[in-house]
């Protein structure tokens, strides 16, 4: 597990720094974008007891994985080695053991959390990762996949605004998912192939 939390960590910093080169020492607010993901999960879960609704479960997955993402960044401190954090990582879920818990209850749980101390708990974000009926693996690969889709928005004007969101009437997460499903997430250039994926479908269905 450590050796997993150190390969994501290092693209999770890889990532952030090609948005801003100081990330760690601009200090963002990434506490504020995990507790509104964390409303965005609950609103593709459902929560409106007046009408029918269905879990959309894979978008739900998601929104888990962009907690993860902002959760990552918010535990980087100044003069913290990876190495350093990814141990720290492993000694919070030493003894963990899941409860079964709603959704909607895990996910409140990790918001409140979140906004009371401003920082991010890898015991809470276990406990919502069950809820989903995701387990470590799932998240790894889902969270390789999502970062590429992030360097790849990066490198097609996501930050000026050129970037195209949706692709013929759906968003690129969609079109992420589906990416997944058709690789091995055990290759070694498992990143490649999805990066590659992205493309080809980007410029088939926007050019």
């Known amino acids: 597990m450590k050796q997993a939390f150190i390969t994501m960590l290092t693209m999770q910093d890889s990532m952030n720094n090609k948005v801003h080169p100081q990330w760690i020492t601009q200090h963002f607010e990434w506490y504020r974008a995990i507790w509104i993901e964390c409303g965005e999960l609950i609103d593709h879960y459902g929560y409106k007891w007046w009408k029918k609704q269905t879990p959309e479960m894979d978008q739900v997955k998601l929104e888990v994985i962009d907690i993860w993402h902002f959760g990552m960044s918010a535990l980087f401190q100044e003069g ?14 030493e003894g963990y053991h899941y409860q079964e818990v709603d959704v909607r209850i895990a996910t409140e749980a990790m918001a409140t959390d979140t906004l009371l101390r401003k920082s991010f708990s890898v015991p809470l974000f276990w406990d919502l990762m069950n809820s989903v009926s995701m387990n470590f693996d799932e998240l790894f690969r889902q969270y390789v996949g999502k970062n590429v889709l992030n360097f790849f928005r990066q490198d097609h004007g996501y930050k000026d605004g050129s970037y195209i969101k949706q692709w013929q009437g759906r968003e690129d997460n969609e079109h992420l998912v589906e990416i997944l499903a058709e690789l091995d997430s ?9 990066y590659q994926s992205l493309q080809q479908r980007y410029q088939q269905l926007t050019g």
């Open 80 to 93: 913290q080695s990876i190495d350093e954090l990814a141990a720290k990582m492993v000694s919070e879920l």
């Open 186 to 194: 055990d290759s070694s250039s498992f990143g490649d192939q999805v």
